[in-house]
């Protein structure tokens, strides 16, 4: 690779999408240290919490002294901005003021108080508070070829952050990207005054609210933020608008948003509504995207006591979308994708399946799936309980003739996995799938189907479903998803890494399948990685520690504790 001429090698770099693989390019050797700076320095990230200040005041200090070389300033194209609150833990989950507790640390522990040195924290995260402050606007405004900014912003991070930040984009007038999350605290209780930005060339806006207090009181800061950046934008072609509650309340209606009725806004290319409660006068906003080609509409709520028709719509405007992200099916839906062909992207994700028999699976599998089927390159398929839309023996020839799939996900029954329960409760919970042993195992035939139908597979998720009948003497399914949920996954899951561990292959191409498929495709049970162990005598796959009885009574035991 060394051998190649600078111009191919700064190629490859451009192309290198993900900064964790242009990272380990550059850790190659000096050469290539030295042709991937600047790829790797095209993403950055400013993530400034309680005993991790260096780097980010280091970046920031970096951009202010570059002075008029602005070699940094030439190359950094995308900032990440994760926290800018030296007296605060890191956070990963987006929880309430940006507060996570490190491992060696837990909330409840009460340490023995050191004056001396609680008087030395603080004293760090005041000098580095005062350097943010010191720093923060000029570093933002030598990003002169800044060209998109993703930022979680907190009240940890202060007002004086948020309104630094807006006033400083301003003069950044090649940014074309504005992602922006913010996270409801409970002590705000006044409104946030969103100082003049002007934006002309932003192609993508996304902002998310979130919130994970019950009964937390709206905020105009993202409707207003919304409002302001999309009325000044001429060329917008993506917009993502979220609420996000762990308490399933949408936070805000659509009817906060004047900017959805902005007539410039029919050029959008891709709209992504979640968890909005909708307007009745939806409808005729709707109407005007037509020109979309990617959809995502999920955790949608209506004071209307009819659904809305956004497929009818789609279907009357002639729109062919190429990307639909859906937590809905109904038959407008099954008509929908019957209409046309050329989807690329389609994701089903933990919906209801409210059509008992499975005629709408049928549907789907036997004639919707057949028209996309040359196009699709990611398919998710997440139902919540068991049903027709599983994968299984009943709908395996319909995967395997979408021969161009990248990307494959879907949920699986436990029927054909039978295994030794670890519990009673287990034994309860699977009693009809662990006696019978007359059906294929379904992980089987999707690593069967995935070696002999899906040359181009890279990603393969499989995960089981919701609860989807009533346990013992408990005669209420919610009841039961309750109480027995966790254990439930836990002992599916079981039941899938176990099938995957038993390939009964013997190198004569003859068991359940061959394990050389994982060596190929990237599989993940449950959102965790199944890795092959590379051994002559046997083809086990690393069950790893997670999944091992002890540990998951232990996760039973903890969830029902919490």
């Known amino acids: 690779m060394q051998s190649l001429p600078t111009e191919l090698l700064q190629k490859i770099g451009d192309e290198t999408e993900r900064l964790a693989d242009r990272k380990s390019l550059r850790r190659t050797c000096r050469r290539l240290g030295h042709v991937f700076k600047s ?3 095209r993403e950055v990230t400013l993530n400034i919490y309680k005993h991790h200040t260096h780097q980010g005041l280091s970046l920031l200090h970096a951009l202010v002294d570059q002075k008029d070389s602005g070699y940094y300033s030439s190359v950094i194209q995308v900032l990440h901005i994760v926290s800018l609150s030296p007296s605060s833990y890191s956070s990963q989950d987006g929880s309430e003021n940006g507060i996570v507790i490190p491992t060696e640390h837990h909330p409840n522990d009460v340490e023995p108080e050191c004056t001396s040195g609680l008087f030395s924290q603080s004293i760090q995260g005041l000098m580095a508070r005062v350097d943010i402050m010191w720093l923060l606007g ?9 060209k998109a900014i993703r930022w979680h912003w907190r009240l940890s991070d202060g007002e004086w952050a948020f309104k630094t930040i807006i006033s400083s984009l301003s003069s950044l007038q090649s940014i074309k990207e504005f992602t922006f999350r ?5 002590t705000l209780k006044h409104e946030i005054v969103i100082p003049q930005i002007d934006l002309p060339n932003l192609e993508t806006l996304s902002i998310s609210v979130s919130s994970y207090i019950e009964d937390s009181t709206p905020h105009p800061v993202m409707s207003n933020l919304a409002n302001h950046l999309a009325s000044q934008a001429n060329s917008l072609s993506t917009l993502h608008l979220e609420n996000e509650t762990s308490y399933g309340k949408p936070l805000l209606t659509l009817s906060n948003l004047d900017v959805l009725a902005n007539e410039t806004f029919s050029d959008l290319s891709r709209l992504d509504l979640i968890g909005w409660s909708l307007p009745d006068n939806f409808i005729s906003i709707f109407s005007k995207f037509t020109n979309l080609t990617s959809l995502e509409l999920c955790r949608l709520t209506s004071t209307s006591t009819c659904a809305f028709p956004f497929y009818t719509i789609l279907g009357e405007n002639h729109v062919r979308l190429k990307r639909l992200v859906a937590d809905h099916v109904s038959e407008a839906t099954m008509d929908y994708l019957q209409s046309y062909s050329g989807l690329e992207c389609l994701s089903l994700k933990n919906f209801n399946d409210n059509d008992q028999n499975g005629s709408w699976a049928n549907l789907f599998f036997d004639k919707c799936l057949p028209l996309h089927r040359d196009t699709l390159v990611d398919l998710e398929i997440h139902p919540k309980v068991e049903s027709r839309w599983c994968f299984g023996e009943h709908n395996v020839d319909a995967f ?19 295994l030794e329960p670890i519990s009673d409760t287990e034994r309860l919970l699977f009693s009809d799938c662990d006696n019978d042993h007359s059906s294929p195992n379904p992980v089987h035939l999707l690593l069967n189907a995935t070696s002999s139908s899906l040359p ?3 990603t393969l998720h499989v995960d089981a479903t919701g609860i989807s009948k009533c346990i013992g003497a408990c005669d209420d399914i919610y ?3 309750y109480l027995y949920e966790a254990e439930y996954f836990a002992g599916a899951r079981r039941r899938i890494w176990a099938s995957i561990n038993h390939s009964g292959y013997d190198g004569a191409h003859c068991g359940a399948y061959d394990p050389t498929v994982l060596k190929w495709v990237k599989m993940y049970v449950g959102g965790r990685r ?6 002559r005598n046997t083809d086990a796959v690393d069950l790893g520690d997670e999944y091992s009885p002890a540990s998951i009574l232990c996760s039973i035991a903890k969830w029902y504790l919490s």
């Open 479 to 481: 009841a039961c998803s």
């Open 182 to 186: 913010y996270t409801i605290p409970k």
């Open 400 to 418: 395997r003739r979408c021969r161009n799939l990248r990307s494959l996900s879907v949920r699986v029954e436990c029927r054909g996995m039978p």
């Open 456 to 458: 181009d597979l890279q």
């Open 138 to 146: 000029s570093a933002i405004q030598s990003l002169q070829n800044l």
């Open 39 to 41: 790829t790797v320095l």
């Open 530 to 535: 199944v890795t092959v162990q590379d051994n």
